[in-house]
């Protein structure tokens, strides 16, 4: 019969891991100041604009001192990359989500597009803020540079758009994308307006007539933003403050 084998020295044994709860309630409470700065200059910026929004907007939004703003951002320039940044990321995540099982890569432009426009509509703060940014709205930061790319020289690679430089691509997508947010976001685009746009986009990217039709027939996904997004979180902020 084999002997038990012998337990190690009480030396050897490694201490049991200590978790200080502080570190971590601290670095809860900086997210969250974060956050809530964040969604104050997206308020101030919606209703100001970038030029006309100083540093006194935000915190005055946020309820905090200009020494608590300093403690994350040095600008207003700072915060509205980072807001910029948080916001087209957040958004092209939840458009990728709602889009899972959808490989063709001209149905994902075309119904990720939809999708977009209609958050607009959906998010008042989001169809301002991108109009009072314009193209800063996405910027390098952004994951669209990231997102867009694959897309398009998947669906280069197949044939359904046609061969053109890649930044050409780009920039005909943002800025297209861009403009139809803001229209989409002020109320008085026809009802038609978000299938048109995709339409045209195509049609512009190469994608042959009788495609188009077929991908404009199909209706978007419902993309639902849970209450702890961005956007969210911003519109209960702005309606607390009365904006």
Known sequence: MDSPSPKPPLSAVPPPQVVDHRVRTAARRRANMRNRLIESALIVFAEKGLDGTVIDDVIRAAGVSRGTFYKYFVSVREVMVALSAELCDELLGFVDESLTGIEAPDARLALGTRLIINAAGDFPLFARFTQAAGLEAAGPNTLIYTYLPSHLEDGMRQ???????????????????????????????AAAYPRDMVRNLLRGLGVPAARVETLCALEPPDMHLPPESLLARAEIRARDLGR
């Open 159 to 189: 044939g359904a758009f046609a061969r053109m430089p890649l930044a050409v691509a780009l920039d005909f997508i943002t800025g297209a994308v861009i403009i139809a947010i803001t229209r989409a976001g002020g109320h008085d685009a």
